[in-house]
Nanobody, 121 residues
Framework: QVQLVESGGGLVQAGGSLKLSCVAS????????MAWFRQGPGKEREFVAA????????KYADSVKGRFTISRDNAKNTVTLQMNNLNAEDTAVYYC??????????????WGQGTQVTVSS
C-alpha cells in the first residue's frame, strides 16, 4: 500500500503561480511512476502530468505544457507540480497518483485525497 497526501493548493489570481506537493508513505516510493490529475467543476477527471520512477520520462497534457513542471525527489518521497501562469481553466481539485507503470489514463493504483486550486480572474 502507498499513502499519498497532497498539499499546496489555494486561491491565486490569474497569471500567478502555485506549487503542489505530494508526499508518499508506505511501500518504496522510488519504484512507482507518479502523476497529477485534476477535476474541474462539472468536468471529468483529466490527466495533467506524469513522471517515471527514475524521473527520466515526463509527459504533460497539452493544456499545461510550458506552464507546469513535474518533478520528484525519491530521497524525500515527494513529487511536486510547479504551476505557473495559471488561468481560470486550471481551477480544479488536483490529485496525486502512483502506479507501477507510467500512464496517462486514470488507471492508477493509488490516489491522494486531492487539494483544491482556485484561480480568480
Amino acid at each position: 500500500q502507498v499513502q499519498l497526501v497532497e498539499s499546496g493548493g489555494g486561491l491565486v489570481q490569474a497569471g500567478g503561480s502555485l506549487k503542489l506537493s505530494c508526499v508518499a508513505s508506505g511501500r518504496t516510493f522510488s519504484v512507482y511512476a507518479m502523476a497529477w490529475f485534476r477535476q474541474g467543476p462539472g468536468k471529468e477527471r483529466e490527466f495533467v502530468a506524469a513522471i517515471s520512477w527514475t524521473g527520466s520520462i515526463i509527459k504533460y497534457a497539452d493544456s499545461v505544457k510550458g506552464r507546469f513542471t513535474i518533478s520528484r525527489d525519491n530521497a524525500k518521497n515527494t513529487v511536486t507540480l510547479q504551476m505557473n501562469n495559471l488561468n481560470a481553466e486550471d481551477t480544479a481539485v488536483y490529485y496525486c497518483a502512483a502506479n507501477s507503470h507510467m500512464r496517462t489514463d486514470d488507471q492508477y493504483d493509488y490516489w491522494g485525497q486531492g487539494t483544491q486550486v482556485t484561480v480568480s480572474s
